[in-house]
């Protein structure tokens, strides 16, 4: 049986360009996301929970971001959490709601977030590339096992480097589009 995978490849890689996606989003661009929350852990009931499984997030204005606590005896966990976050919000406590306004992003501000994208773009192109790598083993191990010929992993060899540097090249945009944008904004 064949070790290697297509389709299973393919599937990886796109998980890496997914996950860095998902990580450009949390971001700060200077609007308000619900998405900028989603990395905070907050101590509740002698555990740690993502703040999504004990509030509500919501962005009522394009500058504030707003925070419904379920469970009013987690208020001032969920403010320290988001606070050791360290996303540069500082929570204003609204009953049993957290008002978190976005402040301006400064210049030097901008440069980080920028060099922190492109940061999160090559985490996401090592773990392609390590996709590729694997392909390559199996292939070569498969070759070794007479289950392939050396044409077939010839062939196969250049689909694989064809879908990583697909992959690397939307790698590469969706950072550039994150820069620009944290940047003009």
């Given at each position: 049986?064949?070790?290697?995978?297509?389709?299973?490849?393919?599937?990886r890689?796109?998980?890496?360009v997914?996950?860095?996606?998902?990580?450009?989003?949390?971001?700060?661009?200077?609007r308000?996301?619900?998405?900028l929350l989603?990395?905070?852990?907050?101590?509740?009931?002698?555990?740690?929970?993502?703040?999504?499984q004990?509030?509500?997030?919501?962005?009522?204005?394009p500058?504030?971001l707003?925070?419904q606590v379920?469970?009013?005896?987690?208020?001032?966990?969920?403010e320290?959490g988001?606070?050791?976050?360290?996303?540069?919000?500082?929570?204003?406590?609204?009953?049993?709601?957290?008002r978190l306004?976005?402040?301006d992003?400064?210049?030097?501000?901008?440069?980080?977030?920028?060099?922190?994208?492109g940061?999160?773009?090559e985490?996401?192109?090592?773990?392609?590339r390590?996709?590729?790598?694997d392909?390559?083993?199996?292939?070569?191990?498969?070759?070794?096992?007479?289950?392939?010929?050396e044409?077939?992993?010839?062939?196969?060899?250049d689909e694989?480097?064809?879908?990583?540097?697909?992959?690397?090249?939307?790698?590469d945009e969706?950072?550039?589009?994150?820069?620009q944008?944290i940047?003009t904004q």
């Amino acid at each position: 049986m064949p070790q290697y995978d297509k389709a299973d490849i393919e599937r990886r890689m796109k998980g890496a360009v997914e996950a860095l996606k998902s990580d450009l989003q949390g971001l700060r661009t200077g609007r308000a996301n619900t998405s900028l929350l989603d990395p905070v852990v907050v101590e509740v009931y002698g555990s740690m929970m993502p703040l999504n499984q004990v509030a509500t997030v919501s962005a009522p204005e394009p500058r504030m971001l707003s925070v419904q606590v379920w469970d009013k005896s987690n208020l001032t966990a969920v403010e320290k959490g988001i606070a050791h976050a360290n996303l540069g919000l500082n929570p204003i406590i609204d009953g049993q709601t957290l008002r978190l306004p976005i402040p301006d992003l400064t210049q030097e501000r901008r440069k980080e977030l920028a060099k922190l994208a492109g940061q999160y773009a090559e985490k996401a192109k090592i773990a392609i590339r390590n996709v590729r790598r694997d392909a390559m083993e199996s292939l070569k191990t498969d070759e070794k096992k007479k289950e392939i010929s050396e044409d077939e992993r010839k062939r196969s060899e250049d689909e694989v480097q064809k879908l990583t540097d697909t992959y690397v090249k939307e790698t590469d945009e969706a950072a550039a589009k994150k820069e620009q944008e944290i940047l003009t904004q």
